[in-house]
């Protein structure tokens, strides 16, 4: 498979008191289609900055950012947001959502706002009650976002941000809001989407949830210190897999 993203010493910088912060230094590193990748490291280490950089949701000061081919940072604004709505998926550790609107409509916020597809409503309909379901939450469709536990929650912000069809699903902390239960949930659905072929990139503190995934990148102080792949071993357990990942961990001081 080739690369869906491809990242060139991206750098960057904010100005406060006219100190300048260097949050990202020269960070460079390729997504695979079908890949699921975490990016791990200390609090203000650039591991948020950088996810947002790479999906477009902030500019990042200097380098490139190569989405499927195109190096995002040389569009415009208007090209870029539509490039995120129809072809990049995003969750977010708060699970914003409209309060108006139930679930369902929740979910099918972005297909109707797309112009990617001529799908009639219905058909969207129907592909947003089809994701429920895979999700094992259809039962909540027409109820309130108050009214659903934080792990349904979640799930039907995987729902909304698969509902185009993206390329690539961009998740910042996507069960740090959650129960240990709930978030084990959660991250079966995300390695079950990976498995069908979803390329995922996240952000992550937990290295129970990073252990889930292919690949793990070590952020500190705005550049990548490692890289961490995961055994091809299907045998081994997930508590297996997460002793691994924290014996890894271990040697950049975490």
């Known amino acids: 498979m080739g690369n869906i993203l491809e990242v060139k010493d991206l750098c960057k910088t904010y100005v406060i008191d006219k100190r300048q912060n260097n949050v990202l230094r020269n960070v460079s590193f390729n997504v695979e289609e079908g890949d699921m990748v975490a990016i791990m490291g200390p609090s203000g280490s650039g591991k948020s900055t950088l996810l947002y950089s790479v999906s477009g949701m902030d500019l ?48 099918l916020l972005p297909a109707v706002e797309s112009k990617k597809s001529r799908d009639s409503r219905a058909e969207k309909v129907s592909r947003a009650e089809a994701l429920m379901r895979k999700l094992s939450i259809i039962e909540v469709a027409d109820h309130d976002i108050n009214e659903v536990s934080g792990g349904q929650l979640q799930r039907a912000c995987i729902c909304r941000s698969m509902i185009n069809h993206p390329k690539l699903l961009f998740a910042d902390e996507p069960t740090g809001a959650l129960n240990r239960a709930s978030s084990t949930e959660v991250m079966n659905e995300l390695v ?27 952020i500190l102080d705005g550049t990548i210190k490692g890289e961490y792949t995961a055994p091809a071993d299907e045998s081994l357990s997930d508590m297996d897999r997460e002793r691994r990942l924290n014996n890894w961990l271990l040697d950049f001081g975490w």
Do not use: P
Request: with cysteine; hydrophobic share 40%.
């Open 60 to 107: 990042a000061t200097s380098g490139s950012v190569l989405f499927d081919g195109q190096d995002i940072m040389k569009l415009d604004k208007n090209t870029l947001a539509k490039k995120r709505l129809d072809e990049m998926g995003f969750i977010f550790q708060q699970m914003y959502m409209l309060k108006n609107l139930t679930i369902l409509d929740n979910i």
């Open 192 to 218: 079950r989407l990976n498995d069908e072929g979803t390329t995922i990139m996240m952000v992550t503190h937990d290295a129970k949830v990073a252990s889930r995934c292919k690949r793990v990148f070590y």
